[in-house]
């Protein structure tokens, strides 16, 4: 079918304008009604031209819209509980072994630190020493205020073969007051050489 115009659907310039007393002139034979729509097909002496209405499906857009019943409360709730991890942890064989020899060999005191029997015999030993060398000795102070508690832990090496167990004092603790014991005390003369005279007394020595 040749169309007089085939970009009749697209917006354009008009070439010209014909008067009614000669457009009747200008149709020929043929006639065709477009199925489902108000429009023709006309042929003239140009070719095939179409007039009437063309109606376009419409396009249906859908819209989807959630509501939630629940608060945001029980919201939070449940995603707090999503969150959560599993209560109890599944354990490896060696896992397992290991949290077994804990139960076994070590307990609490009461001042809920964790020390084992045989540790703890060791320690209570170590800090009878300093008594009994008069490294240390009890406070008969009254008021609570002016004492102050050094903290102390132990600290094992199973390869010594002197001293298998010793106790580390922690001076650097800060006391209620802010100021540990290392910041009361005076710091005093290095009793030791320097590292220059070290080096100077290594060179003076035939044989070291």
């Known amino acids: 079918m040749k169309l ?3 970009s009749f659907h697209l917006p354009g310039p008009f070439d010209g304008i014909i008067g009614a007393e000669y457009f009747l002139q200008l149709l020929k034979q043929g006639k065709i009604k477009v199925p489902n729509q108000n429009a023709i097909l006309q042929n003239t002496v140009f070719g095939w031209i179409v007039a009437g209405k063309i109606t376009l499906p ?3 857009i ?3 819209c959630h509501l939630l019943s629940t608060s945001l409360n029980e919201q939070l709730e449940k995603f707090w509980t999503i969150e959560n991890c599993l209560e109890r ?3 490896s064989l060696g896992e397992r072994e290991c949290e077994n020899h804990y139960k076994k060999y070590y307990a609490r005191c009461r001042n809920w630190k964790i020390l084992r029997p045989e540790i703890k015999e060791a320690y209570i030993e170590n800090m009878k020493s300093y008594l009994t060398n008069g490294n240390m000795s009890e ?3 009254a008021c609570i205020r ?3 508690y050094l903290p102390h832990h132990v600290v094992i090496k199973n390869s010594s ?3 298998q167990l010793r106790v580390v004092f922690d001076g650097s603790s800060k006391s209620v007051t802010g100021l540990s014991l290392n910041d009361a005390l005076m710091v005093g003369l290095s009793m030791q050489e320097n590292l220059f005279s070290l080096l100077v007394r290594f060179r ?3 044989i070291v």
Do not use: A, G, N, P
Request: zero cysteines; aromatic letters at 4%; glycine letters at 0%.
């Open 4 to 6: 007089s115009d085939r």
């Open 58 to 60: 419409e396009t249906t």
């Open 62 to 64: 859908q819209m989807s």
């Open 89 to 91: 942890k599944i354990l």
């Open 139 to 141: 406070s008969k102070l």
């Open 146 to 148: 002016e004492e102050y």
């Open 161 to 163: 073969l002197t001293t």
């Open 204 to 206: 003076s020595i035939l």
